[in-house]
């Protein structure tokens, strides 16, 4: 069924506690990791039990869409936007996916209690993935898969079924630290665990207010998100082109030069971006942006 929907890893775990997920998510709450992310402290009971938010869950599925674009940056010398916000908003392309995913299990065995989601509920995508054996957690802490890559997005059902169970499988990282290495603000302050307040996403999309002065300089032309840990990363050299026509970004928006995005107006901007991801920063946080890395 996922790979009639376009997914391409679907794997199972058993809805259960996360101990060890949530001892890290506390006391990476308790160092203020989260910065301005204040929601991230909101429902922890539901973040780490998924049984909490589908009574009777027996199983969490997996599933990996693969974003990984065609054209691997937009005009040379342009301003960057990560690689995820090339096309359509993905929560509404997966979240169609999904509902068609819920309504074959109803086809085929009946009555389910069951919930979707894509990174819009309390829900611990990546650690649920590699419980699922579908990718191990970077030294980025983004989810790797051996034959993907880390260019994709993760969803979940979560179902009252009783499913055949996948396990996790090994670390593929070994002493590499290439990701470590090339982030600009030295987010990852150690390897597994990254400062979510110093990342160049969480700065470019999640923090309202104005860019502290001492990261000045350090964004190399990225004004919405970042993917220079995972730009960097050698499993990404198995990245392939995704195959979802909604994810392929607007011709304009591939031939915008710097000028471009530097002059945007309202208009241009709701024109271009519309039901893409960067609404989430509005213009306003654009154009902040875009005066922060040129200055």
Request: charged share 30%; with cysteine; net charge negative.
């Amino acid at each position: 069924m996922a790979r009639e929907l376009g997914f391409q890893q679907c794997g199972i775990a058993e809805a259960r506690l996360l101990d060890d997920d949530a001892r890290h998510l506390e006391n990476w709450l308790n160092q203020e990791r989260n910065g301005e992310m204040s929601y991230m402290e909101n429902y922890f009971d539901k973040r780490i039990d998924p049984r909490l938010l589908v009574p009777g869950a027996k199983s969490v599925v997996s599933l990996l869409l693969n974003y990984y674009p065609e054209e691997q940056s937009l005009s040379e010398g342009s301003h960057k936007i990560s690689k995820y916000a090339y096309g359509q908003d993905y929560h509404f392309v997966i979240k169609d996916k999904l509902r068609s995913f819920m309504k074959s299990i109803y086809e085929e065995i009946g009555e389910v209690s069951g919930r979707v989601f894509v990174d819009s509920a309390p829900v611990l995508d990546k650690a649920w993935a590699r419980e699922s054996g579908i990718g191990w957690m970077g030294k980025h802490s983004n989810l790797i898969n051996r034959e993907m890559g880390s260019f994709f997005f993760i969803a979940e059902l979560i179902l009252d079924l009783e499913l055949e169970l996948d396990t996790p499988i090994k670390d593929y990282c070994g002493d590499c630290t290439a990701c470590i290495d090339a982030c600009p603000t030295d987010a990852i302050y150690e390897p597994y665990k990254v400062d979510g307040s110093k990342c160049i996403s969480y700065f470019t999309i999640e923090l309202k207010s104005s860019i502290p002065t001492d990261v000045q300089g350090q964004f190399e032309d990225w004004v919405f998100g970042c993917d220079i840990c995972q730009d960097v990363c050698p499993w990404n050299r198995f990245s392939k082109k995704h195959n979802e026509p909604l994810f392929d970004p607007k011709p304009e928006l591939l031939s915008m030069s710097a000028s471009d995005w530097e002059e945007i107006t309202e208009e241009v901007f709701d024109q271009l971006f519309e039901s893409s991801a960067i609404t989430r920063t509005k213009i306003e946080g654009l154009k902040r942006n875009i005066k922060f890395i040129k200055s």
